[in-house]
């Protein structure tokens, strides 16, 4: 993941700023940011700069506010999924004991 915002400088979006944050219940108006980000050549980075930073409005990397959410919560299960039962356990229920729990 890139940290700085050099990827910014070759954005498909710049000068459109208004086009890239529709309202969320505007599906032409996010068809239409979105058939920008399909041409843009920094969606990736621009997609998980949105993710970490859990930006709340408008197009990013092609994704809309309600699909950056549903992805992200599909990226936590996967992370979860990824996790043994002992480190679930302590996750979710630090009170039990995994040596008596998992055996
Ligand atoms: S992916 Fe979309 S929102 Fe991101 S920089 Fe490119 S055009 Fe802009």
Redo the contacts with the bound molecule.
């Keep these: 993941m890139l940290s700085g915002t050099e990827w910014?400088d070759d954005?498909?979006?710049a000068g459109h700023a208004g086009i890239?944050f529709p309202h969320p219940s505007d599906g032409a108006g996010i068809a239409e940011a979105k058939a920008?980000?399909a041409v843009?050549p920094?969606?990736r980075p621009?997609l998980e700069w949105a993710l970490a930073r859990h930006e709340q409005h408008g197009?990013?990397?092609?994704y809309s506010e309600d699909e950056r959410e549903r992805y992200r919560r599909r990226l936590r299960r996967e992370a979860l999924a990824a996790r043994s039962g002992r480190e679930q356990l302590a996750l979710f229920a630090p009170e039990i004991d995994p040596e008596v729990t998992l055996r």
């Design positions: 910014m954005a498909a979006c890239m920008i980000c843009c920094v969606a621009c197009v990013w990397g092609g």
